[in-house]
């Protein structure tokens, strides 16, 4: 069946670091890829998705790009501030099916 | 309504009760998920409606869990004779439409915590 990897958390950053959170995935048939960001309090939010191989998705700084010969798609950002401390999934949508496959979370936390 | 509403924020009941969680999708969206959250884990995917209609319950653990979307917009998720094991926060989704590529905007959850 389809699942998904990322890795474990919390990861500890200082304010303007470089940001790499991996994800692989298995599936059965051609995914649509997502980031997940849940910040303390809220609710899951969309951070960005890519629906085919070598797509980039990008928000707020954020960019991730499907690659299908390794099977991942690794969240980066450039310079991340204390805002962007949260807990973000990596999660898959598989071909016919509707509902969304997840990691199991990696917390970020961003030290000023 | 503005986002996805899910009620009641917080449920603790006694092992052996019942419960039932509502969920208020975005007013026209086409499709609800329900999903479960372990803590310190992902979501985990119980059930899914396109309109009122359940065409996967695949993720449902057990036959105490039951879910309906009667006239295609509130979804209310039952859980009977509830066992420690159910202790989780849950959430609901609700996307504009049927296909697996649109964006699900997710309701705060609902924590249920079995005594």
């Known amino acids: 069946g389809d699942s998904v990897t990322q890795m474990e958390g919390p990861v500890t950053l200082s304010e303007e670091a470089f940001l790499t959170i991996n994800c692989t995935y298995t599936a059965t048939g051609y995914p649509s890829l997502f980031w997940y960001v849940q910040y303390p309090g809220e609710g899951l939010q969309l951070l960005l998705k890519?629906?085919?191989?070598?797509d980039k998705g990008s928000n707020k700084g954020f960019e991730a790009t499907y690659r299908k010969e390794t099977t991942s798609f690794h969240l980066e950002k450039g310079s991340v501030q204390v805002s962007d401390s949260a807990v973000y999934f990596c999660?898959?949508?598989?071909?016919?099916?509707?509902?969304?496959?997840f990691g199991s979370g990696t917390r970020l936390q961003v030290q000023p | 309504g503005a986002g996805v509403s899910q009620s009641p924020r917080y449920k603790v009941a006694k092992r052996g009760q019942d419960v039932a969680l509502r969920c208020d999708p975005i007013s026209g969206h086409v499709s609800l998920f329900w999903y479960q959250q372990a803590l310190g884990q992902g979501p985990e995917f119980l059930t899914y409606?396109?309109?009122?209609?359940?065409?996967?319950k695949s993720g449902l653990p057990s036959d105490r869990f039951f879910a309906e979307r009667p006239e295609g917009s509130v979804s209310t998720l039952k859980i009977q004779r509830t066992q420690q094991e159910d202790s989780a926060v849950y959430l609901c989704?609700?996307?504009?439409?049927?296909?697996?590529?649109?964006?699900?905007?997710f309701g705060q959850g609902t924590r249920l915590t079995v005594v």
């Open positions: 409606f396109q309109n009122e209609a359940q065409l996967d």
């Open positions: 999660a898959l949508s598989d071909t016919g099916r509707r509902a969304l496959t």
């Open positions: 989704a609700s996307s504009q439409e049927a296909g697996g590529n649109t964006e699900a905007f």
């Open positions: 890519a629906t085919k191989a070598d």
